[in-house]
């Protein structure tokens, strides 16, 4: 583990040197160089989850395709959202916007006496063992990250914004990243919050989301792929999560109301307590219904699917 560590910090103070520094530098902006630092680890987290898709997971989905990919269209906008996201275009954006205004607020809790919760002091000698420490917080923002999704299905204005997510018909690697950015910039700093109360540490934060990240690209890969009857209930499968993402299943409860099923991040455990697991063996079309029903316009470019969005958003599309 040290060892990888220190080859990331290595290579993050290379790429910082070589490449970040000096158009931090040459954009006015040198007073920013320790948040330029921060930003190249995310940078670095992103090429890295990049390579491993490119040389893992595509080779994977060739080799045991749920469906021939015949709308490479609708592939090339996922690839630009995944671009958008892994190379922290997004995260430079909240950077210089809300990321300020979220500090302050953390701030001004802890001056009100908003104490942090550091998790792993609640388990004595936990923090000499930084690999459970991780997994610990790893789990409790997965349970948190389960009742956020649920929440996106289920609450009805959510919904309109994170059906963008859901009506990509042609399910790829690249697919985990189309999302509506409210929708993104909603769980993105709840999820930021809960690590600031916590007490997740930086590095730790950096770990749980890569990993996160890394996981749901897989889970969204065009693979005919089981884990098995235990297996599927350790970890989420790219059979279990296309189930999710399935018209009419994943995405809806009886009587064609808001819910569904499987919305597990990682683990598929909070999906067997709460009663919406559905482990069936089947590989589904995916998409939404009303896309499939009433011939409802999700977009078929990146902007038009963001202005769509906003017009769901209020009732005007």
């Keep these: ?30 007073n920013r160089l320790e948040d330029a630092y921060d930003g190249t680890g995310w940078l670095l987290v992103g090429l890295l989850q990049l390579a491993v898709m490119l040389v893992v997971v595509v080779p994977l989905q060739r080799w045991r395709p749920v469906e021939p990919v015949s709308d490479r269209a609708a592939v090339r906008v996922d690839v630009l959202y995944t671009l958008i996201h892994r190379l922290g275009l997004f995260r430079l954006v909240l950077f210089f916007t809300l990321t300020p205004l979220l500090d302050d607020l953390i701030g001004l809790l802890r001056v009100a006496g908003l104490p942090t919760l550091h998790l792993d002091d609640l388990w004595p000698g936990v923090t000499d063992l930084p690999l459970v420490s991780l997994l610990m917080y790893l789990v409790v923002m997965d349970f948190f990250d389960y009742w956020l999704h649920r929440g996106q299905h289920h609450i009805g204005w959510w919904w309109r914004l994170h059906a963008l997510h859901h009506s990509q018909r042609q399910m790829t690697v690249w697919s985990d990243n189309r ?27 950096v770990a749980i989301v890569a990993f996160t990240q890394l996981s749901e690209s897989f889970q969204h890969a065009n693979l005919r792929l089981s884990f098995g009857h235990w297996g599927e209930r350790l970890w989420i499968s790219p059979r279990f999560h296309r189930v999710h993402h399935s018209i009419g299943i994943g995405h809806e409860s009886p009587g064609r109301v808001l819910g569904g099923h499987n919305f597990g991040v990682l683990l598929p455990w909070w999906d067997m307590l709460f009663g919406t697991a559905n ?29 769509l969005g906003l017009k769901r958003l209020v009732g005007r599309a």
Excluded: C, K, S
Aim: proline letters at 3%; zero cysteines; hydrophobic letters at 50%.
């Design 279 to 307: 482990f069936e063996l089947r590989y589904d079309p995916t998409g939404v219904r009303d896309q499939v029903e009433r011939g409802r316009d999700y977009g078929d470019g990146f902007w038009a699917q963001q202005w």
């Design 1 to 30: 583990m040290d060892t990888l560590v220190n080859a990331f910090n290595d290579l993050q103070q290379w790429l910082f040197e070589a490449l970040v520094q000096p158009v931090v530098f040459a954009i006015g902006l040198g």
């Design 179 to 205: 999302n509506h950015l409210l929708d993104d910039l909603i769980r993105d700093l709840l999820l930021v919050t809960l690590a600031q109360l916590i007490g997740v540490a930086p590095g730790q934060f």
